[in-house]
């Protein structure tokens, strides 16, 4: 686990790239990261797909995307956030490491953007304005390429990426990475679904063992997180806002390996020692 950050960049740069060239890559790969088909396989933002069945029954191809996405979630956690979104890959890199000024509490973090959705979700059932497509980044950005490959002008472009360009902007200047804490939609379902499985059953996850922790006081698992968690305590509703970008592991691979990022069952000894602190 010692490059996994590094792995993980690369990663994040060639699905950036991919999606740079997608319009001009054939029939293969068509979409955007509000739908997407990868040969047969349909992929679908989960949100947009609930906005989309709160005017008209969505096709079936749409539906089978969107499920296949949470399923994804439910088993593996928000990978998509830390290995494909490109909004999470800009926000990243924007973010100024050691800027980890006191964060809100993620409850109430995740109740806000869950308001907010729901706001967006009753604003479109009145008055038909998708306004969720507005506030979908990572949607929003992977449409940018097609604007090019459909000779939009330079400035048709700019407006459309003028919203996360401005987000990118507002986390450079505080050092927090406001946009995937307080507002992402798509961060809402896809943490629901990350968060719903108990913590030891099968999957993906972030875990902990503290016969190994080392750490006393701030440990460098907790500054490495650019999302301010805190990786020792990822059980149960937390896993909803671990994107599982595994710098904390990277982290903790210079100490006392007590985090590891597995597929094996948890331990209840750990669950609950983790419970407790
Ligand atoms: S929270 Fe939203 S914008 Fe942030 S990485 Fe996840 S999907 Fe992308
Ligand atoms: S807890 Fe670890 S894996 Fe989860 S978001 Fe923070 S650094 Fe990434």
Redesign the pocket.
Known sequence: MKHIRSIRRCVQLLVFLGFCILPWLGETIRGSLFALRLGPIPFADPVATLQTLCGNWPGMRLLFGAGFTLIIALLCGRIFC?WICPYGFLSELVHRKNAHPKQTPFKQAFLVKSGLLAFALLVFLIFSYPLLGLISFPGELSLLPLLAWQNETVLAILIAAALPILALLLELATGKRLWCRYVCPQSVLLGFASGSLPDNCLGLR?RWNPKACTCKGEAP?RQ????G???RH?LGPNRR?????????QACSAKGQA?T?SCTTGKKTIDKYAAKN
């Not at 806002?241 to 592991?249: E, G, L, S």
């Open positions: 830390s972030i698992c490495a997180c650019t999302l968690l805190n990786p990822i806002d671990c994107t599982q970008c595994c710098d904390c592991v985090l990022w």
